[in-house]
């Protein structure tokens, strides 16, 4: 294919740059076909010009130890493509998870330096990408799109894309995220719970004694509660983390045990799951499943009635909220390594909390 011949009003000048009719300069990257303007000044057009071109060469070409090693150059919209199918294979995430996570490789692949090969991206190219993030998403979204690139990179070091220990990531700027939502209460939990329907008292109930998330609960069944211990495998992450939870374990401030609380859900209805409907509502018949959602509605009826109002600068209390209020006062009772073992949080230590069963069987939670 020949090249494209050069106008005469462009003789001289280096590749990539153009002049408007006004004598502005501009820049376009060949490899992302984004510009730039340089601004009129002709001596500094044409030297930023031939750094860029430079650097273009520089990264584009494949190092003699490369081509003997037969390391791979493969651009960063190219590893993304891959990396999506080792992620879900690797992590088994939930759904919701591998959706919020296509958003942000989808993202990704629009970056500024998506053309380049894999290990030539710096981190000061992050940084800006980031920084530019927070600006627009916010500091929360952010820090959830800084971890999926941080481990973008992680997988291509064991890939050997990278070399090992140089992820780019590794060394921006966290924010700190300060959350608008308001702190649950005991007292308030109390106040909410008695404007609450008998099967939400439950599922209020359950997520404070047992300390787990909505979900959790929503799909929790009699037959998970044998032998002395409620068995749970969270279904955030995919049901990797599994709980073997003693029911015996009291929460004194709350003055309920969780067989306490399991055996409060047993009624004349007949249903396997603890949370359920007790009367016909839409389509819904009594012993179904309550669902996530349908928690989250009723928990925001029952705070209306309570008359719950958030401080002043916040949002409301939700239900997910009685998971950071059972955290804390399982740690104000038996301690923070006691409360991280309940949660399933991985930073809990193994000591005479729970016993690591190497992730295939079920983490033992009592107090011993």
Avoid at 310 to 324: C, D, L, N, Q, Y
Wanted: net charge positive.
């Amino acid at each position: 294919m020949n090249a494209r011949r050069r106008s005469a009003n462009r003789k001289g000048f280096p590749d990539n740059l153009y002049c408007k009719v006004d004598g502005y300069f501009w820049y376009r990257n060949p490899q992302s076909n984004k510009t730039k303007g340089l601004g009129r000044d002709r001596a500094e057009a044409f030297r930023e010009a031939r750094l860029a071109n430079a650097a273009l060469l520089e990264m584009g070409r494949s190092s003699l130890v490369d081509w003997v090693t037969g390391k791979p150059q493969v651009s960063f919209g190219e590893w993304l493509k891959q990396y999506e199918p080792l992620w879900i294979k690797r992590e088994s995430p939930a759904q919701s998870t591998i959706r919020i996570g296509q958003i942000y490789l989808a993202d990704f692949s629009r970056c500024d330096f998506a053309w380049m090969p894999v290990d030539k991206i710096t981190a000061q190219q992050i940084s800006t990408y980031l920084e530019s993030l927070e600006g627009v998403r916010g500091a929360a979204t952010m820090i959830n799109m800084r971890s999926r690139l941080s481990d973008v990179f992680r997988t291509a070091e064991t890939k050997g894309l990278i070399e090992a220990g140089k992820n780019p990531v590794s060394v921006t700027y966290s924010p700190e995220y300060n959350p608008t939502r308001d702190r649950m209460t005991l007292e308030n939990f109390l106040l909410i719970r008695e404007k609450a329907v008998p099967w939400l008292k439950n599922a209020m109930d359950l997520a404070l004694v047992t300390g787990q998330r909505r979900d959790d609960i929503a799909n929790m069944l009699f037959s998970d509660a044998r032998d002395g211990f409620l068995y749970v495998a969270q279904r955030k992450g995919g049901g990797r983390t599994k709980l073997k939870i003693d029911t015996n374990v009291h929460l004194t401030a709350f003055a309920m045990s969780i067989d306490d609380v399991i055996k409060q859900c047993r009624d004349n209805i007949l249903s396997k799951y603890m949370v359920h409907h007790v009367r016909h509502r839409g389509i819904n018949k009594p012993g179904d499943p309550t669902s996530p959602q349908g928690i989250s509605d009723a928990f925001r009826a029952a705070r209306g009635f309570a008359n719950v109002l958030p401080g002043e600068g916040k949002t409301p209390v939700t239900f997910h909220e009685i998971r950071s209020l059972a955290e804390r006062l399982y740690k104000e009772q038996y301690g923070a390594d006691f409360a991280q073992a309940i949660m399933g949080h991985k930073e809990a230590k193994t000591t005479a909390i729970y016993d690591d069963l190497r992730g295939t069987a079920y983490q033992e939670v009592s107090v011993k």
